[in-house]
């Protein structure tokens, strides 16, 4: 082989790096978020393993229905019926976003635009920021 | 040479943790809890249209009704307070010279010159923003509402330089902060987006008018054009009315009567 000298270490080098990760991530716990849950109500719109992988495809659709299609009442596969509105609907139940919205959110680094806009209602009202 | 090195990069370092410290900060601001959040239930008799238009006498507005009407509208929408050239505006007032430029009457009577005419988004037929929009970002209900979708927006302001009537405002920046105090129940816009009015179209969902028509003591009707029988149309066949730059052809939805 030529540059044996160059290419072997190199080589190392780059396998460290990209096994590096899995190598500190071994062994630690599996990611636990604790969220806050609401206290005025059980059952939200969707399971809740449906809500925690698709809210954001929901929350899209809910958009899409009420400003472009001017539907304005969600019917739950429950059959409970709900009024399409993230500041209204969502945040009536899950008042405080920071114990959250953010919870999931910070943790895996993602950062939704929802709120520059959503008013934050009770909030405040709790002596949150 | 080589210190001078290490010093901006050790500036550059700090420079970018600042940047994305800032954009971890918590947006937006709370206001106290709502207590008649808008349930399921209250949509169910929706106020419908072909063609939702607007008639304002006037001669019937006066300087107080006129402020009533603005307040309530820009009140519920969190409309904020900037003055200058940023000030955002959903319905405002000016004078006849600046409502009608196409009029231009010679001698105007007293009483018109004096006057103040209340102003808002014409919902026109042709809306020349909807044309312009480049994300589709404004858009043209079938009931004839020109309606906005803020996620859409991209800022361009194209939309702005093509309505004929200024009722569009751009958020230069937060509106937040502008905002005095903040209705729970009704989203504010942020920085970058185009907003105007909305002919109240939560409202209508709801089954009520438009909140400046329900403050003008009866000074504004709001209806469907399309319906004979409807409250703008018996007004429109009893009294004479004019919109603002009909010669541009975009059919605006708001009358006024002299």
């Known amino acids: 082989m030529y540059n044996a000298k160059f290419i072997i270490p190199g080589l190392i080098v780059f396998l460290l790096l990209v096994l590096f990760p899995f190598v500190k991530g071994f062994g630690t716990p599996e990611m636990k978020v604790e969220l806050e849950k609401p206290k005025t109500a059980k059952q939200c719109v969707l399971k809740t393993e449906q809500m925690r992988d698709s809210h954001m495809v929901l929350l899209n659709e809910w958009r899409d229905m009420a400003l472009r299609e001017d539907k304005r009442v969600y019917t739950a596969p429950d059959g409970k019926k709900y009024d399409i509105s993230l500041t209204n609907t969502c945040l009536q139940c899950h008042e405080n976003k920071e114990k959250f919205c953010d919870k999931c959110h910070n943790e895996v680094g993602v950062d939704p635009y929802c709120f520059s806009c959503h008013n934050l209602a009770p909030v405040k009202k709790e002596g949150g920021k | ?258």
């Open chain 2, 1 to 258: 040479m080589h210190g001078s090195r290490r010093d901006f990069l050790k500036l550059a370092g700090v420079t970018a943790m600042g940047l994305s410290a800032a954009t971890l900060g918590l947006l937006g601001d709370g206001a106290q809890a709502a207590d008649a959040l808008p349930q399921a239930a209250d949509f169910a008799n929706p106020l419908t249209a072909k063609r939702w238009a607007m008639v304002i006498d006037t001669a019937k507005l006066d300087e107080d009704t006129m402020e009533k009407c603005i307040h309530a509208c820009h009140s519920f929408h969190n409309v904020p307070e900037i003055a200058g050239k940023q000030t955002i505006k959903w319905l405002w007032k000016d004078e006849f010279e600046a409502t009608f430029p196409s009029e231009r009457p010679d001698y105007l009577s007293e009483d018109v010159k004096k006057r103040e005419f209340l102003l808002l988004c014409n919902h026109c037929t042709n809306p020349p923003c909807v044309r312009v929009c480049p994300t589709k970002a404004t858009f043209q209900r079938p009931d004839g509402l020109v309606a906005m979708d803020y996620h859409r927006c991209i800022g361009c302001r194209y939309c702005m330089a093509a309505c004929p009537f200024g009722a569009r405002s751009f958020n230069f920046q937060d509106p937040a902060p502008f905002i005095k105090e903040v209705n729970p129940i009704y989203p504010h816009r942020t920085r970058g987006v185009v907003e105007k009015c909305t002919f109240c179209v939560e409202h209508l969902a709801q089954g009520q008018l438009p909140l400046c028509v329900q403050a003008s003591e009866g000074a504004m009707v709001f209806g469907d054009l399309s319906d004979p029988d409807s409250v703008v149309r018996k007004v429109l066949k009893e009294k004479f009315a004019i919109r603002r730059k009909p010669e541009l052809g975009t059919e605006p939805g708001v009358f006024y009567i002299l």
